[in-house]
Nanobody, 120 residues
C-alpha cells in the first residue's frame, strides 16, 4: 500500500506560480505511472497530468498545456507539479495518485490533497 501526501498549495494571484509536491511512503512507486488530479467546488475530480514510470513521457489535459510541468524523482519517491501562469479556473484541491495508464483513471487510494486558490 502506498500512502500519498500532497503539499505546496496556497493562495496566489492570477499569473503567479506554485510548485506542488507529492511524497509517497510505504511501497515504492517507481514502477508506476503517476498523475495529478484536481477537484474544484461543485465539479467532478478531473485529470491534470501524467508522467511515466521513468519520467520520459508526460501527458497533460489541454487546459494546462504549456503552463504546468509534471516531474518525478524516484530516488525521493516524490512527484512534482510546477504550475505557472495560474488562472482563477485552476482553483481546486489537487491530488496525486498512481494511474493504470497515461491519462487514465487513478488506481490507488486518495490522499488529503492540497488546496490551490488563484485570485483574479
Amino acid at each position: 500500500q502506498v500512502q500519498l501526501v500532497e503539499s505546496g498549495g496556497g493562495l496566489v494571484q492570477a499569473g503567479g506560480s506554485l510548485r506542488l509536491s507529492c511524497a509517497a511512503s510505504g511501497r515504492t512507486f517507481s514502477g508506476y505511472v503517476m498523475g495529478w488530479f484536481r477537484k474544484a467546488p461543485g465539479k467532478e475530480r478531473e485529470f491534470v497530468a501524467s508522467i511515466s514510470w521513468n519520467g520520459g513521457t508526460t501527458y497533460y489535459v489541454d487546459s494546462v498545456k504549456g503552463r504546468f510541468t509534471i516531474s518525478r524523482d524516484n530516488a525521493k519517491n516524490t512527484v512534482y507539479l510546477q504550475m505557472n501562469s495560474l488562472k482563477p479556473e485552476d482553483t481546486a484541491v489537487y491530488y496525486c495518485n498512481r494511474q493504470y495508464n497515461m491519462g487514465g483513471r487513478a488506481s490507488g487510494s486518495w490522499g488529503q490533497g492540497t488546496q490551490v486558490t488563484v485570485s483574479s
